[in-house]
């Protein structure tokens, strides 16, 4: 079996991470997940992670900044965007910039699984979405 894929999840509501991080677990995935974009940004100076998934809107810093570091300087890495303020120019922008995708809140587990399948195939590591062991 393959390494699992390494995931940075960003987002200031604890909620989120709180139920994506089992969710993508539940595909392999290894998961770290942060609230503070200060923090998550000394994270991925530390390390190559294989996608990184960032809320847009932050207190601090914001999405936006969070892509331009992380395409800068690991090209490799996908970023996902996801925020609850879904306008077709800010994911138009975002993926201009060099996002792999956008969703917009809420959204379900399933529906970020299937874009780090995605995610996961476009870098060369395809994972497997088995419903009937993920499903919940």
Avoid at 61 to 79: A, F, N, S, W
Avoid at 112 to 136: D, Q, T
Wanted: proline share 5%.
């Amino acid at each position: 079996m393959s390494k699992p894929l390494e995931i940075l999840l960003l987002d200031d509501e604890v909620i989120v991470g709180k139920r994506l991080k089992p969710a993508l677990e539940k595909i392999g995935c290894k998961v770290e997940v942060f609230q503070d974009p200060g923090l998550a940004v000394e994270r991925i100076a530390e390390k190559e992670f294989d996608i990184v998934v960032t809320d847009i809107y932050m207190d601090g810093m914001d999405g936006m900044q969070v892509l331009d570091l992380v395409h800068e300087r690991y090209p490799r890495t996908k970023i996902i965007m996801i925020t609850g303020y879904a306008m077709i120019s800010l994911a138009r922008e975002s993926m201009e910039k060099g996002a792999f995708d956008f969703i917009a809140k809420p959204f379900k587990p399933d529906d970020l699984r299937v874009v780090i399948a995605k995610a996961a195939k476009a870098l060369g590591s395809p994972i497997e979405l088995n419903y009937s062991k993920i499903s919940g």
